[in-house]
């Protein structure tokens, strides 16, 4: 597969999926987009967490009308997080003493 069209993805599209991700709960959210819960980075966005990869992935589809695996691209410092930063979210590492 190619590499994602990021430049299609507008914050519109990221802040619809965070809302979707609020209306679904975590788990309806992965089982309906196909994506799993975070390990290494978090979304912050009005002072709730969200995992970076999901969220971007959601945004990627309602941007394009496709769907993205989560083998498709990568989710870390080069991949998600990089979109979402330029797009204007604040993505950090998930501390691990929580």
């Known amino acids: 597969m190619p590499a994602p069209a ?5 914050a519109a599209e990221v802040e ?3 809302a979707e ?3 679904l709960g975590a788990k309806a959210f992965f089982a309906e987009h196909g ?3 975070t390990t290494t980075y978090e979304l912050v ?3 709730r967490t969200y995992p970076p990869k999901a969220v971007l992935g959601t945004a990627y589809e309602f941007a394009t009308g496709q769907r993205l695996a989560s083998a498709d691209f990568e989710g ?4 998600a997080v990089k979109v979402l930063g330029a797009l204007g979210f604040t993505v950090r590492p998930i501390s691990k003493g929580q």
């Open 35 to 37: 994506f799993a819960p």
């Open 45 to 47: 966005w009005e002072e």
């Open 6 to 10: 990021w430049d299609r993805v507008t």
């Open 76 to 79: 870390g410092r080069s991949g």
């Open 16 to 18: 619809r999926a965070l």
């Open 21 to 23: 991700y609020d209306r």
